[in-house]
C-alpha cells in the first residue's frame, strides 16, 4: 500500500497505484493486472464530504489500512497534510543526526 493515494476522477473515487494480487492466482485470468486502479463504492453524502475535502489545497486521501468484513473487502482511507520544504529539511536533518550518532556509538563499542 506504499506509494498508493486515492483520487478523483469524474465525481468518482479511485484507488491508485496499489498492487492488489489475484485472492485466487490458479483461478485469475490471464490479463489480470494487479497495479490497475479501483473504483471505490461510496454513499452519496460520503462523496460530497470527500470531494470538498480533496479539492482543498494540499490535502491528499491516503489509504490506511484494508480487511474484510461479511466476505467484502473494505478500505480504510483518511485526509492528510503534505509537508513543506521546510519541513521536509528538518526531518532530513534529524535522520543525518540519528545516523552520525549511531556511527559513533557503533565504533566506540
Keep these: 500500500m506504499a506509494g498508493s493515494y486515492v483520487a478523483l476522477r469524474g465525481g468518482e473515487f479511485f484507488l491508485v497505484g496499489c498492487n492488489i494480487p489475484p485472492y485466487q492466482p490458479k483461478n485469475a485470468p490471464s490479463d489480470y493486472n494487479p497495479e490497475r486502479s479501483r473504483k471505490l463504492l461510496l454513499r452519496k453524502q460520503e462523496i460530497k464530504c470527500l470531494i470538498g475535502k480533496a479539492r482543498q489545497k494540499g490535502l491528499t486521501l491516503l489509504p490506511l489500512k484494508v480487511y474484510t468484513k461479511r466476505g467484502k473487502i473494505k478500505l480504510e482511507f483518511g485526509i492528510a497534510k503534505g509537508r513543506r520544504r521546510f519541513d521536509k529539511r528538518e526531518l ?18
Design 92 to 109: 532530513i536533518k534529524k535522520r543525518e543526526a540519528e545516523k552520525t550518532m549511531e556511527r559513533t556509538l557503533k565504533s566506540r563499542g
